[in-house]
């Protein structure tokens, strides 16, 4: 079985073969499984870019998509994760998705569910799928990932986005700094001598991916308003100008528009952050596609699509 649970469990082998599967379908590669194949989107945290973009990719790849919604399903009545992914696999369901507020959910679903598990994301951990798009957005941008210099920016401790990439980056060939409120970098995991100051790192950096201040995972009011927050922080309409004029801008979305990103820049020249959103759904496709190839077969047409 091929779950897709987090970006260090994939060898760099498998990194380049979702990503290049993802650019063909970019350019209107055509894969279908072999028979009508089933999948369901179990989303116990709120989600508008990974949930839409894996039921497109879903619906691209001619699977059916049976509806689930925590909030009118038996979860309401006490039934645990691991007996609603049970329920599922049994009445038939070749694949699920999930995304649950819960680091590593899937440890307790894995030994015993026989269908591929995708992460749409766990808790503060893992987000494979935004990784594998990111790497997509940067690979299509630069041609490689050798030499490259990637600022990671802002709630890092409490960012899933901000681990998946950094171990992916740097596997890869790139360089990762951090920058942001020291309060909110992850000493445990990540190299402390890789913290740089803000000006230093957007400075200094080929891509500046900033992340979203996650309030919801606070256990404590912030030290900063927002406005506060952009000034020390954020990527003010200054400070693009101490971009290389090579460099581009990436945010996992949503944005806090004039929080992390100011408005004016959110769709500016050097941003990426629509494009990593198209290329979500590219990349979904090709993790779709591998799980599924795992269960048996599929066939594939270099050819547009046909819906
Ligand atoms: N980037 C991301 O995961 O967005 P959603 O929370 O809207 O899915």
Known sequence: LQHLLTTNELKVEEIYQILEDAERFSQGLFWKPERQMY???LFFEAS?????????AQRRLGLSVIPFEVQTSSVQKGETLYDTVKTLESIGVDTVVIRHSQDRY?????EN???PILNGGDGCGH?????LLDLLTIKQEFGSFSGLKIAIIGDISHSRVARSNADALTRLGAEVIYSGPEEWFDYHSLSTSRFKPIDVAISESDVVMFLRVQHERH????SFTA?????KYGLTIEREKQMQPHSIIMHPAPVNRNVEIADSLVECERSRIFKQMQNGVYVRMAALKRSLES???GNQYETAYSE
């Open 227 to 231: 406005s506060e927050y952009h000034k």
């Open 127 to 131: 987000h494979p799928t935004q990784s």
């Open 39 to 41: 999948t369901a989107n």
């Open 48 to 56: 508008t870019r990974t949930k839409s973009s894996f039921e497109m």
């Open 295 to 297: 269960l048996g077969g």
């Open 113 to 115: 569910i026989n269908i």
């Open 219 to 222: 256990q404590k009011k912030g």
């Open 106 to 110: 899937f440890d307790e679903l894995v």
